[in-house]
Every structure is written in C-alpha cells, then in structure tokens.
C-alpha cells in the first residue's frame, strides 16, 4: 500500500491522509488540522500508529512557526507510550522524508522482542492523554 508516496507493509489508514504531495499547501489549508491522518500497524498484541498532526495559523500557512508533527505511539501494551516525535516546517517534502522515517521507525520495531520495544526510550505520557482511538 502507498501513503503518500511512501511504500508502506503490514499497516492501514486509520484515519485518512489527505494532504498530496504535488499540490501546494496553500491550496489544502482547509485539510490541515489536529488530525491529518494516522496509518496503523498491529502486530503481536501491539498497535503502533503513525500520527500527522498541524499547528499553526491558517491565514499564514507557510509561517517559519507553523509545524508538522509526526509521532509513534503505542496503545494497549505501552499505555500510550510516545516512541517518535519529531517537527517538520509546512513543507510537504520536508513532512514526507520524516513520514518515511516515522515508518522505518515501526519497521525496525517490528524486528525487535517484547524486552527491547519496552526499553527504548519515549517521551512521557501526558496527563491529559485520551487513548479512547487506541486499539482494545
């Protein structure tokens, strides 16, 4: 499966992708948002979604503040552990080379025993979490 360009195995859309990559950014501003898009891969009782999130101001879409967020979390066995997290500027390119990483990320996962995947390192589960979309 292909998303967003990036040749993708063992994994679905979640939530769809939107964004294409040949079109400017400007014009796909009314897609840009908190959610925009999230490809799912369940494997050994684990579920690891890739996340593409936007912040930033609408009316000024490519502002040097304006940002891509592209994270890996895990749901059901980590409790919502965050293992990637990392910024790309509103620039489609810049965001599709750090997809692709987001994905390698999963696939050098997917490689590992359960002792390795619970002692990488991640970032602390917000307090606020809603983990409702994680797999049960």
């Not at 908190?34 to 799912?40: K, M």
Request: aromatic share 14%; charged share 30%; net charge negative.
């Amino acid at each position: 499966m292909e998303y967003f360009g990036i040749e993708v195995h063992g994994a679905y859309c979640f939530t769809p992708f939107p964004l294409e990559e040949n079109e400017p950014l400007e014009d796909q501003w009314f897609f840009l948002g908190s959610d925009v898009g999230t490809l799912r891969y369940e494997f050994r009782g684990y579920c690891f979604d890739l996340t593409t999130t936007w912040y930033g101001d609408k009316e000024d879409i490519l502002h040097e503040k304006n940002v891509f967020v592209i994270r890996v979390i895990e749901g059901p066995r980590t409790l919502g552990k965050t293992f990637f997290n990392k910024n790309s500027k509103s620039d489609l390119k810049e965001l599709k080379l750090l997809m692709k990483e987001g994905i390698d990320f999963i696939e050098s996962i997917k490689k590992m025993s359960d002792d390795e995947i619970s002692t990488l390192p991640g970032y602390p589960r917000d307090a606020n979490w809603d983990d409702s979309h994680l797999c049960d």
